[in-house]
């Protein structure tokens, strides 16, 4: 069964800064294209980023410069880091894969962003 896991979400004030972790099981995790989803209270789920096999990234023009995915296979693991939080950054973060042509996504981890 493919399982993926978030954590590392919180609350944290504007400026401040998170790393979130997504660990991956039952799937060839070397090969994976991982992405980086979020959902706004109200909004529909949008991408933030992505991060192939080769460790090459992409990122939604909002968090460029702000965010970084990175990825360790060993972990089987891969990691989101947010810098200069912003309260547009609240939402529930979450990670997906896809395998055998079906999407797996994980349970969520929870983001808000207040003073």
């Known amino acids: 069964q493919v399982h993926l896991v978030e954590s590392g979400g919180g609350l944290v004030q504007p400026g401040g800064s998170l790393r979130l972790s997504c660990k991956v099981s039952?799937?060839?995790?070397?090969?994976?294209?991982m992405g980086w989803y979020r959902q706004a209270p109200g909004n529909q789920r949008e991408l933030v980023g992505t991060?192939?096999?080769?460790?090459?990234?992409q990122y939604i023009d909002s968090v460029k410069g702000r965010f970084t995915i990175s990825r360790d296979n060993v972990r089987r693991t891969t990691y989101l880091q947010m810098n200069g939080l912003n309260p547009d950054d609240t939402g529930v973060y979450y990670c997906?894969?896809?395998?055998?042509?079906?999407?797996?996504w994980g349970q969520g981890t929870q983001v808000i962003v207040s003073s």
């Open positions: 039952g799937i060839n995790f070397g090969l994976a294209v």
């Open positions: 991060i192939t096999d080769d460790h090459i990234t």
């Open positions: 997906n894969t896809k395998n055998r042509g079906r999407n797996f």
